[in-house]
């Protein structure tokens, strides 16, 4: 859906107060890659055609806030035409939370692995990357909340036809707020029994 709402964005058409709304949900959960969108929401800022609603207006001032660029949002929501002690209120409101991070270190068979998928979800994929060559992940820019951590690794290296997989060291939960904004996993080591 993203995809299609920078294609619309690109292509001239102005974006209805609709796909702004669902660019703010789709951009709410997107972790790894939020530099990227914002980035994309800041490109449609500049672009007059967003002023044509104050639905629109309203959404795109929700993004930012999203974002925890409350400067960026009030500007939106003066758009509107919010009333000066709505926007003190805004003002007064905690910033949410968008900074978070987990990291770790992926062995399979005590041995380092490059190019594990490594991901965390809440329900569904949120953040997703690849251990480095030392077998290294680090997962940011992720909003508060409780995540699950998922690995998978190539047919190469951990055969279908596997009689036993043992992980250690593996959380049942991972837990990111502003009291604990970084998880560092240490080493997660995956046996593998043939």
């Given at each position: 859906?993203?995809?299609?709402?920078?294609?619309?964005?690109?292509?001239?058409?102005?974006?209805?107060?609709?796909?702004?709304?669902?660019?703010?949900?789709?951009?709410?959960?997107?972790?790894?890659?939020?530099?990227?969108?914002?980035?994309?929401l800041?490109?449609?800022?500049?672009?007059?055609?967003?002023y044509?609603?104050?639905?629109?207006?309203?959404?795109?001032?929700?993004?930012?806030?999203?974002?925890?660029?409350?400067?960026?949002?009030?500007?939106?929501?003066?758009?509107?035409?919010?009333?000066?002690?709505?926007?003190?209120?805004?003002?007064?409101?905690?910033?949410?939370?968008?900074?978070?991070?987990?990291?770790?270190?992926?062995?399979?068979?005590d041995?380092?692995?490059?190019g594990?998928?490594?991901?965390?979800?809440?329900?569904?994929v949120?953040?997703?990357?690849?251990?480095?060559?030392?077998?290294?992940?680090?997962?940011?820019?992720?909003?508060?909340g409780e995540?699950?951590?998922?690995?998978?690794?190539?047919?190469?290296?951990?055969?279908?036809?596997?009689?036993?997989?043992?992980?250690?060291?593996?959380?049942d939960?991972?837990?990111?707020?502003?009291?604990?904004?970084?998880?560092?996993?240490?080493?997660?080591?995956?046996?593998?029994?043939?």
């Open positions: 859906m993203v995809e299609w709402l920078y294609k619309v964005a690109k292509s001239g058409s102005p974006l209805s107060p609709f796909a702004v709304q669902h660019l703010r949900g789709t951009l709410q959960e997107l972790t790894s890659k939020s530099p990227q969108w914002l980035k994309f800041d490109d449609i800022a500049k672009d007059e055609r967003s044509f609603d104050l639905g629109a207006c309203m959404q795109m001032g929700n993004a930012y806030w999203s974002f925890a660029r409350r400067e960026d949002a009030l500007d939106w929501y003066k758009k509107v035409g919010l009333s000066q002690q709505r926007l003190e209120e805004i003002e007064l409101k905690p910033l949410p939370f968008v900074n978070g991070s987990i990291e770790g270190k992926i062995l399979i068979n041995k380092t692995v490059p594990i998928k490594v991901g965390v979800h809440k329900g569904i949120r953040a997703s990357t690849e251990t480095d060559s030392e077998g290294v992940f680090r997962l940011e820019h992720l909003i508060e995540y699950r951590l998922a690995i998978m690794a190539d047919e190469k290296l951990i055969p279908s036809d596997v009689k036993k997989i043992k992980v250690i060291n593996v959380p939960k991972i837990t990111l707020d502003a009291q604990n904004p970084a998880v560092d996993l240490g080493e997660i080591n995956i046996i593998v029994n043939k």
